[in-house]
């Protein structure tokens, strides 16, 4: 079997689903559902979002240079489609979709109560990369939901069964393979019983 060559284009895939809570600081909020979010840096720690400009969320996140990453979950991922469908300017995404506002602590953008982890943003650089702008953001802080730590106080996102995005459609996270470095971790002896 070969493979194909095709047009320059985005297969870089899965990615992540986040629903991107944003305000218009005069008492206006929105959720955006966006799958180009990504890590970009340690520390300082940043993340970055890619938005078209004709997007409703785009104008507010750029106006008040913040906004709230808010990661989804199997029983969030109608809500996140919902969100990604949907224009802030005509419906309130937080009612229609059933999802709470919970204040954060650092930003003005509201977060997403239902989300298992919240991640608060401040703009750093905006860069127009063609049909998306991408917003490079320093992380000023990070709310993690206490129902996902796992019996050593540990938080465990795979308990709350994460989503992904691949070529139109949404896909669970499905089983742990491996964990990082296991693919060089030596086998423990075993110490045998005399």
Same mark, same amino acid.
């Given at each position: 079997? &070969?493979?194909?060559?095709?047009?320059?284009?985005?297969?870089?895939?899965?990615?992540?689903?986040?629903?991107?809570?944003?305000?218009?600081?005069?008492?206006?909020?929105?959720?955006?559902?966006?799958?180009?979010?990504?890590?970009?840096?340690?520390?300082?720690?940043?993340?970055?979002? &890619?938005?078209?400009?004709?997007?409703?969320?785009?104008?507010?996140?750029? +106006?008040?240079?913040?906004?709230?990453?808010?990661?989804?979950?199997?029983?969030?991922?109608?809500?996140?489609?919902?969100?990604?469908?949907?224009?802030?300017? =005509?419906? =309130?995404?937080?009612?229609?979709?059933?999802?709470?506002?919970?204040?954060?602590?650092?930003?003005?953008?509201?977060?997403?109560?239902? &989300?298992?982890?919240?991640?608060?943003?401040?703009?750093?650089?905006?860069?127009?990369?063609?049909?998306?702008?991408?917003?490079?953001?320093?992380?000023?802080?990070?709310?993690?939901?206490?129902?996902?730590?796992? +019996?050593?106080?540990?938080?465990?996102?795979?308990?709350?069964?994460?989503?992904?995005?691949?070529?139109?459609?949404?896909?669970?996270?499905?089983?742990?393979?491996?964990?990082?470095?296991? &693919?060089?971790?030596?086998?423990?002896?075993?110490?045998?019983?005399?």
């Amino acid at each position: 079997m &070969s493979k194909q060559s095709w047009k320059p284009g985005n297969m870089l895939y899965p990615l992540p689903v986040v629903m991107v809570s944003c305000t218009d600081g005069k008492g206006k909020d929105n959720i955006i559902t966006v799958a180009w979010a990504g890590t970009v840096c340690t520390n300082p720690p940043m993340v970055s979002v &890619s938005i078209r400009p004709e997007r409703y969320s785009y104008h507010m996140i750029k +106006e008040t240079g913040e906004f709230c990453i808010n990661l989804t979950t199997e029983k969030l991922a109608f809500a996140a489609d919902y969100c990604g469908v949907k224009s802030g300017k =005509d419906t =309130d995404k937080f009612k229609e979709a059933g999802l709470t506002r919970e204040k954060a602590e650092i930003i003005k953008a509201p977060m997403i109560k239902e &989300s298992p982890v919240s991640i608060e943003c401040r703009v750093k650089e905006v860069l127009d990369l063609g049909s998306h702008h991408m917003f490079l953001a320093q992380v000023e802080a990070v709310h993690a939901d206490e129902a996902y730590l796992d +019996e050593t106080n540990r938080f465990d996102l795979n308990l709350a069964k994460p989503v992904v995005y691949s070529h139109g459609e949404y896909l669970g996270t499905g089983r742990k393979i491996g964990t990082f470095g296991y &693919s060089v971790k030596k086998a423990k002896k075993k110490v045998r019983k005399r």
